[in-house]
């Protein structure tokens, strides 16, 4: 895409917007871009990023506040942030039309107040950073990593594979770090590891070299971040989102998928196949410090990725007992007075905290609770049920749920305390351990209300945890 002489709209300024903007400027792109964001306060926070305007070679406007996203028609191009709904009302017809199948009937529906008309010509075209990086990477050895859950573990143990063979590559996506941040030093023999959400992928045209998809839950099927409002209206259509990272794959590309949902057979809700080759991972046992046996998958998926690159197996065995993990994943934080307590803020959805509890054969006492998403917690309660002595409720809006359904599986009421925040979270569990316990931070929904995001709260728990004395 050639972004010189046009008029660019910035959807959104988050990590992956401020990275392109700081891209175009750098290489001097003559463009005019206007800066929509709800946020009124972004401006100075845009400046703090480090993005200083020449006037002669870039025009920055900005449309913050209340009509940020107003009168927008006479632009080209406009660059969505993945947390910008691409079929917001007011989006054309021909502007999402390379979008996957996605369904127009409900184009003018309102999202609740999130997302009112964003008013575009028929010759805008919608695209995000990530679209724009596959367009103008230099190199086509693209690893893409996906998955309700894993990917970011994943995706990190695959980089640290290729840097211990020695191989010049760049991990980026989801995993917090912008593509564009690292495009100029890409060179054409070099390998990049994205980690993609199902909001990255979901206007794609372009698929990874080698694409992996490590799981498949419900997930993100109602909005729970006010300043990132995305979400799926269906599990079909999280499920269309994912597909992208193989959709547009050829014959000599790698797909490696978990063998639960063969691709080349009929997937629930989904009529999509690959022209790839498919690779089929199952567990490791090579000798990890994850636990887990869902670790075991993800170890099994990166060693996958290695082979195909062509690391040898010592290599990728040294690699992989070394690798640590990742911070909010099962993490250790501290074993006080015999008992050890886990950080597992990244446990967003009922799902990932079930497998957390099945890491564990010792009585658990686990945080649950948090902004609610619409998801499902009655399997979640009878594992509750089979594995935890105490459950400490932080007191949101799905909590009275998750206790509802506690109480369905006869889950006694007088294990479970409603508390209002991580402090005396912690100071419960205390009480209610024994030497040999597992105190676990799992809470199987998203942060916010609560806290800024999971890692605020993993941060919190470690704080009071390291505190204990």
């Known amino acids: 895409m050639n972004l010189i002489n046009k008029k660019i709209v910035i959807l959104g300024l988050g990590l992956e917007n401020i990275a392109l903007v700081k891209y175009i400027l750098k290489h001097k792109i003559k463009c005019e871009i206007m800066v929509c964001d709800k946020r009124k306060d972004i401006k100075v926070k845009m400046q ?52 996957s199948e996605k369904s127009l009937k409900d184009e003018n529906k ?15 075209c919608l695209s995000s950073p990530m679209r724009l990086f596959f367009d103008l990477c230099p190199t086509k050895n693209i690893i893409g990593v ?19 063979a020695g191989k010049r590559v760049w991990l980026g996506g989801n995993i917090g770090v912008a593509p564009f941040e690292f495009m100029d030093k890409i060179k054409k023999s070099d390998w990049v590891v994205l980690e993609l959400s199902s909001f990255q992928l979901e206007d794609m ?6 694409a992996v998809i490590t799981n498949f839950y419900s997930e993100h099927l109602a909005p729970a971040d006010p300043n990132n409002p995305n ?74 990725v290695a082979k195909i690159v062509g690391v040898k197996q010592e290599v990728i065995k040294k690699a992989v007992a070394n690798f640590k993990g990742l911070e909010h994943r099962l993490e250790l934080a501290r074993v006080y007075q015999g008992v050890k307590y886990y950080d597992d803020s990244f446990a967003t959805t009922p ?26 917690f009655k399997y979640l ?13 932080l007191n949101s809006k799905a909590t009275s749920r998750i206790k509802k359904e506690l109480l369905k599986v006869k889950f006694e009421e007088n294990k479970m305390k409603l508390v209002n925040n991580i402090k005396d979270a912690v100071a419960v569990a205390l009480r209610q351990s024994d030497r040999g316990d597992v105190v676990l931070l799992s809470t199987a929904c998203a942060s916010f209300g609560m806290f800024k995001n999971y890692k605020e709260r993993g941060d919190l728990f470690k704080k009071q945890v390291n505190g204990l004395k």
């Not at 045209?205 to 080698?210: K, Q």
């Not at 590309?253 to 009529?271: A, C």
Request: charged residues 25%.
């Open 231 to 304: 979400f799926h209206k269906s599990l079909k259509e999280y499920w269309q989102a994912k597909v992208n990272i193989f959709r547009w794959q050829k014959a000599n590309d790698y797909l490696i998928s978990n063998i639960q949902f063969p691709i080349t057979k009929q997937i629930p809700n989904s009529k999509f196949q690959t022209n790839a080759k498919i690779i089929y991972f199952k567990k490791s046992e090579l000798p990890s410090k994850l636990i887990g046996e869902h670790n075991k998958e993800n170890v099994a998926v990166a060693i996958d």
């Open 146 to 164: 996906t998955g309700t859950k894993g990917k970011g573990t994943t995706a990190s143990l695959i980089y640290e594979i290729l840097r211990a």
């Open 48 to 99: 703090n990023a480090g993005l200083r305007v020449k006037p002669a070679m870039t025009k920055i406007k900005w449309q913050l506040g209340k009509g940020y996203n107003k009168n927008l028609g006479k632009f080209d191009v406009l660059f969505r942030s993945p947390g910008w709904p691409i079929d917001c009302p007011g989006i054309v017809k021909s502007v999402i039309s390379s979008v």
């Open 110 to 124: 309102t999202y609740k107040g999130f997302l009112p008309a964003v008013e575009m010509t028929k010759s805008a």
């Open 351 to 376: 799902e990932a905290a079930v497998t957390a509890l099945r890491s564990f054969s010792q009585p658990v006492i686990i945080s649950l609770g948090g902004a609610d998403k619409g998801a499902d």
């Open 381 to 393: 309660a009878k594992e509750v049920k089979k594995r935890c002595k105490f459950v400490v409720l």
């Open 205 to 210: 045209t372009t698929s990874p070299h080698i």
